[in-house]
């Protein structure tokens, strides 16, 4: 959901709305939800069944359970694996935080240069299949963090406010215990979110017409901060290298924040132990690259991934 919520930002922009679309925006937009249909195909590069082999490669087989910071690292890979079938895909990247640190310098590096294409390009891409236009590539920021012991802190709780409320973000890979959810906003104590494993009968994306209904919810529902499972991922998404500045410049303003921004790259810079207890962070999310062992505390630390 969240992977499809920053194409949609990448390719139709955020003011895109699916009720006043155009001819040109609904191909674009049809083809997005394509590369998501339930098949085993190059054709649906982000289909359960890809997601799950490319999980395999990493040793998760079909119905392990998978944590936040794993599936981040699993959206990083699927999209650079995909985009070597489809080069559309290739002018967006994903990178993702280590330790609770966003490191400036990286991040500007995988953006690419600014140059003078007009901004309609990435547009025309959808429908042509081709560009001679080598854009600065769109970036997908993931940070996985920790906002507690085995509950959310309320501390945190403002600090959530904030960052759905940021202009970047595109929501929240997390839940509740045993339960993934994908928090898109809020609304005074409570989280509005989408849940993933709500049941609809299966679509053709194959056809031309495909209903599109199902793939778009009309009725959110809430669920309160004190039930928010305190590991998660937070999203965001920045299409040119002024975004990324204009984020990074945001992220430290909260009194207490969830993560930090270095200015230097991530080989360059170590950031004291101390700091990482306090920001939350802790080993867990390098199990992903079997850096670590699994948190002891699972219940609190995995969710099922569809």
């Not at 490191?103 to 547009?123: A, F, M, P, T, W």
């Not at 998660?232 to 002024?242: E, S």
Request: aromatic share 10%; hydrophobic share 35%; net charge negative.
């Amino acid at each position: 959901m969240m992977l499809a919520q920053a194409l949609v930002c990448h390719f139709l922009g955020r003011a895109w709305r699916w009720q006043n679309s155009s001819p040109r925006n609904e191909l674009i937009h049809r083809t997005i939800v394509r590369w998501f249909g339930d098949l085993s195909s190059k054709s649906t590069p982000f289909s359960l069944h890809r997601l799950v082999g490319i999980g395999e490669s990493s040793g998760k087989k079909a119905g392990d359970w998978y944590g936040p910071a794993s599936v981040a690292h699993i959206i990083k890979q699927s999209l650079e694996v995909c985009a070597k079938d489809e080069p559309l895909l290739s002018d967006i990247c994903v990178y993702v935080a280590q330790d609770c640190t966003v490191y400036k310098k990286d991040v500007l590096s995988l953006c690419g240069q600014e140059d003078d294409c007009d901004s309609n390009n990435v547009r025309s891409t959808v429908a042509s299949s081709r560009s001679t236009c080598l854009r600065p590539k769109g970036i997908i920021v993931l940070v996985p963090v920790r906002l507690g012991g085995e509950i959310l802190n309320p501390i945190y709780f403002k600090c959530v406010q904030a960052i759905l409320s940021n202009e970047h973000c595109i929501g929240i890979i997390g839940g509740r215990p045993r339960h993934s959810l994908y928090f898109v906003g809020w609304q005074e104590d409570k989280l509005i979110h989408l849940d993933p494993h709500y049941c609809q009968e299966a679509v053709d994306v194959r056809s031309p017409n495909f209903p599109l209904q199902s793939f778009h919810c009309m009725s959110p529902r809430k669920l309160s901060f004190s039930r928010m499972d305190p590991s998660c991922t937070i999203g965001f998404y920045c299409r040119t290298r002024a975004d990324v500045s204009r984020f990074l410049a945001s992220c430290n303003e909260a009194d207490y924040p969830v993560f930090v921004v270095a200015e230097n790259s991530e080989q360059h810079h170590v950031l004291p132990y101390g700091l990482v207890q306090s920001l939350g962070c802790d080993q867990s999310f390098a199990e992903y690259a079997g850096e670590a062992q699994q948190s002891e505390d699972e219940d609190y630390e995995e969710f099922v991934f569809l």
